[in-house]
Structure formats: structure tokens, C-alpha cells
Nanobody, 127 residues
Framework: QVQLVESGGGLVQAGDSLRLSCAAS????????MAWFRQAPGKEREFAAA????????NYADSVKGRFTISRDNVKNTVYLRMNSLKTEDTAVYYC????????????????????WGQGTQVTVSS
């Protein structure tokens, strides 16, 4: 089993930056692709970014490309999401996800590929 705990969310103004963290514990040696998803009120969960085990392959949703950066520290068992130039439409609960089987990162947009999920952290962007 793997446990994921997100942190770093908060209330910011449009144009500000935030960095989310997701700390993994447990059988972290079994974790391959890790990703961030988000869910806005009244909307379905959507993919934001995914990163391979060695950090060499990364995929972003078009809505965050150029503004968000996903990174990973396997020593600390932590994945990060740096969010710059935040917009009001980025307001959502952000969830960390991890997969215990390897797959190509460009396929990482489907939530069904992930086995473990965190509890989420709220990001609110005001105008």
C-alpha cells in the first residue's frame, strides 16, 4: 500500500504562484507514474500533469501547459506541482495520484490508470 498526502494549497490572487507537494509513504518502491488531477466545484475531475518514475517523461494538460511544472524527488518520495500565473479557473481541489504499474506518461491523463490517491488540497484563486 502507498499513502499520499498533499499540502501547499491555499487562497491566492490571480497571477500569484503556489507550490503543491505530495508526500508518499509505504511501498514507495512500487510507485511508477505520479500525477496531479484537479476537480472544480460542479465539474468532473480533470488531469493536470504526470511524471515518470525517473522524471524524464512529463505530460501536461493544455490548460496548464507553460504555467505549471511537475517535478519529483525520489529520495524524499515527493512530487511537486509548481503553479505560476494562476487564474481564477485554476480554483479546484488538487489531488495527487500514483500508479503501481508502469505506463507511458502520455497516457497518464486517465484517472483509471492510478491506484493510489491523496485526500486533496484546496486551491482558490481570487480575481
Amino acid at each position: 500500500q502507498v499513502q499520499l498526502v498533499e499540502s501547499g494549497g491555499g487562497l491566492v490572487q490571480a497571477g500569484d504562484s503556489l507550490r503543491l507537494s505530495c508526500a508518499a509513504s509505504g511501498r514507495t518502491d512500487s510507485v511508477y507514474v505520479m500525477a496531479w488531477f484537479r476537480q472544480a466545484p460542479g465539474k468532473e475531475r480533470e488531469f493536470a500533469a504526470a511524471i515518470s518514475r525517473n522524471g524524464g517523461d512529463i505530460n501536461y494538460a493544455d490548460s496548464v501547459k507553460g504555467r505549471f511544472t511537475i517535478s519529483r524527488d525520489n529520495v524524499k518520495n515527493t512530487v511537486y506541482l509548481r503553479m505560476n500565473s494562476l487564474k481564477t479557473e485554476d480554483t479546484a481541489v488538487y489531488y495527487c495520484a500514483a500508479a503501481k504499474t508502469p505506463f507511458l506518461v502520455f497516457l497518464g491523463g486517465s484517472g483509471g490508470r492510478y491506484d493510489y490517491w491523496g485526500q486533496g488540497t484546496q486551491v482558490t484563486v481570487s480575481s
